[in-house]
């Protein structure tokens, strides 16, 4: 079992920056591919980032592409997720996932889920 634990988030305003961090608690992150999703109120969740367990592979939504930026630090056992030029409908609960596999699409479903961390941007 693998709990990952999110922190970083807050109310920022349109344009600002954030940088999200999640570790797995109890373990080491290595073989481990990690992905952030968010969900909106009254929205599913939906995938936005991901990235391989040595870092050499990354996908990101097309909403997000040129703002957000996933990274891993292997030797801190994190895993980052700095986003820039925040708009409102970023707002959403921003979770980290890990899997032993690799994020595959839009079916893709991980297997270890963090509880979330409240991003609001206001306009």
Do not use: H
């Amino acid at each position: 079992q693998v709990q990952l634990v999110e922190s970083g988030g807050g109310l920022v305003q349109t344009g600002d920056s954030l940088r999200l961090s999640c570790e797995p608690s109890g373990r080491s992150m290595n073989y481990l591919n990690m992905a952030w999703f968010r969900q909106a109120p009254g929205k599913e969740r939906e995938f936005v980032a991901a990235i391989s367990w040595t870092g050499g592979t990354t996908n990101y939504a097309d909403s997000v592409e040129g703002r957000f930026t996933i990274s891993r630090d292997n030797a801190k056992n994190t895993v980052y997720l700095q986003m820039n030029n925040l708009k409102p409908e970023d707002t959403a609960l921003y979770y980290c996932a890990a899997d032993r596999k690799y994020y595959s699409g839009p079916n893709f479903k991980p297997a270890y889920w963090g509880q979330g961390t409240q991003v609001t941007v206001s306009p």
